[in-house]
T-cell receptor, first 110, second 115 residues
Framework: QQPVQSPQAVILREGEDAVINCSSS?????VHWYRQKHGEAPVFLMI?????EQKGHDKISASFNEKKQQSSLYLTASQLSYSGTYFC???????????FGKGTSLLVTP | GAVVSQHPSRVICKSGTSVKIECRSL??????MFWYRQFPKQSLMLMAT?????????EQGVEKDKFLINHASLTLSTLTVTSAHPEDSSFYIC???????????FGQGTRLTVV
């Protein structure tokens, strides 16, 4: 039930864009996106609930295609602070625990 | 905003001893909390679902007698690693959701090192 994330790792220069994908083999109720810095707890980015839903704040946005059981996280005009490991967490039903993907390591360089 | 507090943040213990980790929801009541384990450079793996007033639900492969979970109140869940061994060394982290369909709040995590 673990979702599959791609790519595994990305290196960007400041100002470049990136897309991180998350796919599931099972039907999903919701998709959560988190960013984790080394040795710290994951930090919430956004949650997507409905098929086709898109959300965003600042220069980070995400989409959720319920039919394809996929979600994508879009990072535009990346900043150094965006560096970290991004995890998608999928929920099969409301109130269930999140199953996390293996993570995508993102490094933004000057 | 809602906050989940985890204690201790770091612990070093001798092999064979037990360690208790606390997870508290500070400004909301959590009937359900989740415990995860994360090995270096790996994902968060769900260990168990802690239910207030009832037995925890463990994921496949997680020994319930080794990882004791107690959810005695609506704001506190504890994870006790019994007879710890070096292979139990990991980052343990709890989470709780304030309302359905909202973000999961994570504790700060506990770095356990068994020597």
């Amino acid at each position: 039930q673990q979702p599959v994330q791609s790519p595994q790792a990305v290196i960007l220069r400041e100002g470049e864009d990136a897309v991180i994908n998350c796919s599931s083999s099972k039907a999903l109720y919701s998709v959560h996106w988190y960013r984790q810095k080394h040795g710290e707890a994951p930090v919430f980015l956004m949650i997507l609930l409905k098929g086709g839903e898109q959300k965003g704040h600042d220069k980070i946005s995400a989409s959720f295609n319920e039919k394809k059981q996929q979600s994508s996280l879009y990072l535009t005009a990346s900043q150094l602070s965006y560096s970290g490991t991004y995890f998608c967490g999928t929920e099969m039903n409301s109130g269930y625990a999140l199953n996390f993907g293996k993570g995508t390591s993102l490094l933004v360089t000057p | 905003g809602a906050v989940v507090s985890q204690h201790p943040s770091r612990v070093i213990c001798k092999s064979g001893t037990s360690v208790k980790i606390e997870c508290r929801s500070l400004d909301f009541q959590a009937t359900t909390m989740f415990w995860y384990r994360q090995f270096p450079k790996q994902s968060l793996m769900l260990m168990a679902t802690s239910n207030e007033g009832s037995k925890a639900t463990y994921e496949q492969g997680v020994e319930k007698d080794k990882f004791l979970i107690n959810h005695a109140s609506l704001t506190l869940s504890t994870l006790t690693v019994t007879s710890a061994h070096p292979e139990d060394s990991s980052f343990y982290i709890c989470s709780a959701t304030k309302l359905k369909n909202t973000e999961a709040f994570f504790g700060q995590g506990t770095r356990l090192t068994v020597v």
